[in-house]
């Protein structure tokens, strides 16, 4: 076991989390269009919702969207971090076995990680599916290491004061990272560099949010308005989800 380098740790997260922000920045500049948005969201709840006007509707669409793209870049994030605290301390490794993130030795045990960015994750189906990859995986390891393999569905952020479950250990929060650093302050030293340049960042991001609020509005007006400028919400409805959809 290594102590962890704080200033290393540090920069680490800085120019990680600078790439998130270039990520999402990237994203909302260059990879969204109106097709896109308009057949991945739900036109019966924002018309439930009485949205009278094509920026507003617009707005709802983007958010919604733009809220689950952040998640999974924001959880791509945390997965490198915690990878490079592990690594730093343990000699941790990214895994290359199925659905796993990370493999380390820590007290003579093999410890196979799946990370997780929050503690509320998971439907039936992927939780039996997370089941079967520590199985494989545990079979696999069992024939290269004498010791014993612990699974663990670690979590970034959250609690859950049950940790031991049916053939895993399921570590949130504080839990999970305590695990992989051996410092069970690191769930709060690491909030300051993830705030670094936040500021900065998020003003060229709204700046570009504003833009394609603006170009897509005037896009969905012109294709989803009727000539008294109010939303055609059969139209709209007709191109999410009819079957043989023309213009």
């Given at each position: 076991m290594n102590k962890l380098d704080v200033v290393r740790t540090e920069k680490f997260d800085e120019n990680e989390i600078a790439y998130f922000h270039q990520r999402r920045l990237d994203y909302i500049a260059n990879k969204i269009n109106l097709s896109k948005i308009l057949k991945q969201k739900n036109p019966y709840l924002f018309r439930a919702k009485n949205i009278l006007t094509a920026q507003e509707l617009l707005q709802g669409f983007l958010d919604a969207f733009l809220q689950s793209q952040e998640e999974?870049?924001?959880?791509?994030?945390?997965?490198?971090?915690?990878?490079?605290?592990?690594?730093?301390?343990?000699?941790?490794?990214?895994s290359t076995l199925t659905g796993l993130d990370l493999e380390f030795e820590k007290d003579n045990n093999i410890y196979i990680v799946e990370i997780k960015a929050g503690w509320n994750w998971g439907n039936s189906s992927q939780i039996k599916q997370l089941k079967i990859n520590f199985l494989a995986a545990e079979k696999l390891l069992k024939k290269k290491y004498a010791k014993k393999i612990?699974?663990?569905?670690?979590?970034?952020?959250g609690i859950d004061n049950k940790p031991v479950k049916n053939g895993y250990l399921k570590l949130c929060g504080q839990r999970f990272w305590e695990l992989i650093s051996g410092d069970e302050n690191l769930y709060i030293d690491i909030i300051?560099?993830?705030?670094?340049?936040?500021?900065?960042?998020?003003?060229?991001?709204?700046?570009?949010?504003?833009n394609i609020v603006n170009r897509l509005t005037l896009e969905f007006a012109k294709n989803f308005c009727n000539s008294d400028g109010s939303i055609n919400w059969e139209k709209l409805v007709k191109y999410n989800s009819a079957k043989n959809y023309t213009k």
């Open positions: 999974t870049i924001f959880g791509d994030f945390m997965e490198s971090l915690a990878i490079f605290v592990c690594n730093e301390v343990y000699g941790g490794e990214k612990i699974a663990v569905n670690g979590c970034c952020f300051k560099p993830i705030g670094y340049r936040a500021k900065q960042k998020n003003e060229e991001f709204l700046q570009a949010y504003a």
